[in-house]
């Protein structure tokens, strides 16, 4: 069966109590098991990760390759403007991913809108909170499904 693999970068682990006007009162755990509920009803497995280290992060996505992940779900927050080496490795591994932002970066300071992944990324989804998540995960399942 294929897999879905959700990847959380630095910090996420904080949501719920971490600038709730800019990234919503869910927590890490609420949004996970949404999306885990949602990927059992259609069928799928899914994976989840959070990690704050760069080095962590690549090695997740290369374990990718060898453990049934069809598609990746990649918050990679700070990750964004920062990590040529997250990106290097999800182009490595060649599994498609929907980039995904709980805010929208483009609206925020200048600093946030150099990005490292969208040019590689199916789509993105930003600024709809804990949603984002949610849309990304729908857009995935339709993706799997068509494959």
Same mark, same amino acid.
């Given at each position: 069966?294929?897999?879905?693999?959700? /990847?959380?970068?630095?910090? /996420?682990? /904080?949501?719920?109590?971490?600038? =709730?006007?800019? $990234?919503?009162?869910?927590? /890490?755990?609420d949004i996970d098991d949404q999306l885990r509920t949602r990927s059992e009803q259609a069928g799928i497995a899914l994976k989840t990760f959070q990690t704050n280290h760069e080095g962590e992060m690549v090695d997740r996505i290369q374990a990718a390759r060898?453990?049934?992940?069809?598609?990746?779900?990649?918050? =990679?927050?700070?990750f964004t403007h920062t990590s040529v080496a997250v990106r290097d490795a999800l182009a490595a591994v060649a599994i498609?991913?929907?980039?995904?932002?709980?805010?929208?970066?483009?609206?925020?300071?200048?600093?946030?809108?150099?990005? $490292?992944?969208?040019d590689l990324a199916v789509g993105t989804i930003a600024g709809f909170g804990a949603d984002s998540y949610r849309y990304a995960l729908d857009a995935a399942l339709k993706k799997l499904a068509a494959a």
């Amino acid at each position: 069966m294929p897999s879905i693999l959700v /990847l959380h970068g630095p910090n /996420l682990n /904080l949501l719920g109590s971490r600038e =709730p006007g800019i $990234y919503g009162h869910a927590t /890490l755990a609420d949004i996970d098991d949404q999306l885990r509920t949602r990927s059992e009803q259609a069928g799928i497995a899914l994976k989840t990760f959070q990690t704050n280290h760069e080095g962590e992060m690549v090695d997740r996505i290369q374990a990718a390759r060898g453990d049934g992940s069809a598609f990746i779900i990649i918050n =990679p927050a700070a990750f964004t403007h920062t990590s040529v080496a997250v990106r290097d490795a999800l182009a490595a591994v060649a599994i498609p991913f929907i980039e995904v932002h709980l805010s929208n970066p483009h609206s925020r300071e200048p600093f946030r809108h150099t990005n $490292y992944f969208s040019d590689l990324a199916v789509g993105t989804i930003a600024g709809f909170g804990a949603d984002s998540y949610r849309y990304a995960l729908d857009a995935a399942l339709k993706k799997l499904a068509a494959a």
